[in-house]
DNA sequence: ATCCATCGTCGAAGCGCTTCACTGAGCTGG
DNA sequence: CCAGCTCAGTGAAGCGCTTCGACGATGGAT
């Protein structure tokens, strides 16, 4: 392993002018500079990671907690590691992939250790464990979603209350009058996510406001979940001519089963759904939707945490605006008269 | 943050009693012992890891590297992802992940910085460009997925060959004698990943041993390409009576489409599939399938590298058998008559 | 009683880097 | 013409840990 003191002696400068060079913490002589990342490049030097972390103390890592709990629609999770992942490169840091196992343990872990300069964490419930040792930690943290009381905490998610409010107000546009929300697995309510309720918070203030007829439900995933949750639905309001669906599982069965009822998508009823494009567009029906940017989550997180740990970045929340796109599963809602 | 001197100077011995203590490399009477772990949990100590890493030249992190291509489908991967860093914790180790952005020189990286002490590379194509920068590393290293060339290196895979038999030895059994392989993406196949090449071939040397007739086409995710396909076999060979399905985002238009030209499955036509257990108990009809171990694969292959890093553990591939689990979806090819 | 292992503990060296304090050399300006 | 800069470079301290060799104290074998 090539030592950052062979480097020097190739070169003929000092340690210390080879770490100024790679640190560019002081200005350097554009002779040497060059004398000594060429004997960088010849020997094929890198840094040793821990030294560094050691002497700096700073590991320019930064962790991703991601608990994935049961229910949730993995790709979307993916994505947005992957958005983090590469977002942190173009950083200079590495990110630490820490799942739920471990559960609160893990963050005073990381921080202790000195492992992460800062975590991110994702699937944030609205009243979550982490986050009083979060609190405490002088650890720079951002969450993606949003908790209960978001005091002291950054958070980036997307505005899932406007998303709601979207969604019935495009319905309502078309004059649909009686619409259900087919949600995501009963758990996912259960446990208090942050994102379930909120989105069902804007659909339902949007409904009253317009004098909607609401009704929602929450659906497990699959064909077989989802043929009983719209069965109770149309029998207890069998006017319903709008569906808000919030969960990706239930997306293509809910297209099979009304096609099989002999239900026109968009004629008879309007299906407008919650999900990443990828699904809207790969379903048998373009779906009209709004769509979680994923991507833009997880560089939004880590934009912020770099922010804070350069000093510059305070607390806030992000909320990103939710945009509606409309595809072929919405129209005008039939007369009354038929 | 507490640092091994303080607890030393706490417990009342020397640093180096303390470090013995947390590494048990050498024996420590039980009273001192007690003593140490006492002012280790009073104090909340952590032990530094860069410190830790310079000092050992261990950083105890794994690096796992997702290239995530396009075309993938992406909860196997996290699925993987997951069972690695789970698995990895159990054993001491971190994860730390890495995506495709950065392409080998993410290997050469890690490697030269001592950030990671081994690697674990996931969708490995035949011909993989980080193969040989591996062989050359000392950096242990295990594959998931079958290169072309495995010699000096550690793999952890599926049998697809046998995968792609079974597959066809199951139709053949029910008497199935034209049978249709709806595949992965166009663009799988021309990068060589490994997987679907070996999937393919189990497929025709069984299909040709048993004198079936035998159609492959690939297939991009969505209801419309799987439209698109499906009409092209039909066309072609109308009398196929199997389809075989590797290709998660295809089974459930491939389902939906049967259904609407009438085709009953299983009296009419029989399809198994290549997908993880969830994707074949959520489908709108059980799915007879070989399912795709991702936990399994993502344990063995922390196993086999930590077994590398202890010293034990050599280079070989390890194929995990594949399994079959009829569900509804096959039955007895219709006679000839029909 | 004596010798040699073994056990439990300690001290110190050093892992490879960052960073602070310092030193000359070369300028500028009064 | 020199005080007072800035600029480039150096040396050394030290980050917190692991680990090696040393050492006194036991204790079993001789």
Redesign the interface.
């Known amino acids: ?1 090539v030592t950052l003191a062979e480097v020097a002696r190739h070169a003929g400068v000092s340690a210390s002018t080879v770490s100024y060079v790679l640190s560019g913490k002081r200005s350097i002589s554009t002779s040497t500079r060059l004398r000594v990342e060429q004997s960088i490049h010849e020997l ?11 002497a700096s ?1 700073r ?1 320019n ?1 930064i962790a ?1 907690m ?1 608990p ?1 709990r049961t229910d949730m629609y ?2 979307v ?3 947005i ?2 958005a983090v ?2 977002t942190a ?1 173009t950083h200079g840091y ?6 739920g ?2 559960g609160p343990d893990a963050v ?2 990381v921080a ?4 992460a300069d800062a975590m991110i964490l994702m699937d944030v419930e609205l009243d979550d464990e982490r986050l009083p040792l979060l609190r405490d930690t002088a650890q720079p943290s951002v969450l993606i979603g949003l908790p209960a009381d978001t005091s002291g905490l950054t958070c980036v998610d997307l505005d899932f209350r406007a998303t709601g409010a979207l969604c019935v107000e495009h319905l309502a546009t078309l004059g649909h009058r009686d619409i259900a929300v087919i949600g995501e697995a009963p758990a996912v309510y259960e446990r208090h996510t942050g994102f379930a309720e909120r989105t069902l918070d804007g659909i339902r203030s949007r409904a009253r406001e317009s004098g909607i007829g609401l009704l929602h439900r929450p659906c497990g ?3 077989d979940a989802t043929a009983a949750t719209l069965a109770r639905i149309l029998d207890e309001r069998p006017g319903t001519t709008g569906f808000v669906v919030q969960n990706e ?1 239930a997306v ?2 809910l297209l ?1 089963l009304l ?2 009822q002999g239900r026109a998508v968009p004629e008879d009823v309007s299906v407008i759904a919650v999900c990443p494009d990828q699904v809207a ?5 373009r779906l009209t939707s709004v769509s979680i940017p994923a991507q833009d989550m997880g560089r939004q997180a880590v934009e912020r945490l770099v922010a804070k740990l350069d000093g510059t970045g305070t607390d806030e929340v992000v909320l990103i605006a939710p945009e509606l796109t409309v595809r072929t599963s919405t129209g005008p809602a039939p007369s009354t008269a038929v």
Chains 1, 2 share one sequence.
């Open positions: 392993m094929g030097y890198h840094p040793n990671a821990g030294a560094r972390a050691l103390s590991s890592i991703l991601i994935l993995v790709p999770m993916m994505e590691a992957v992942a590469t490169r590495d990110v630490l992939l820490l799942t196992e471990e005073r872990r202790g250790s000195g492992l995933g699959g064909y599982q293509e069965p099979a096609r099989q567009v790969q379903a048998s029906l």
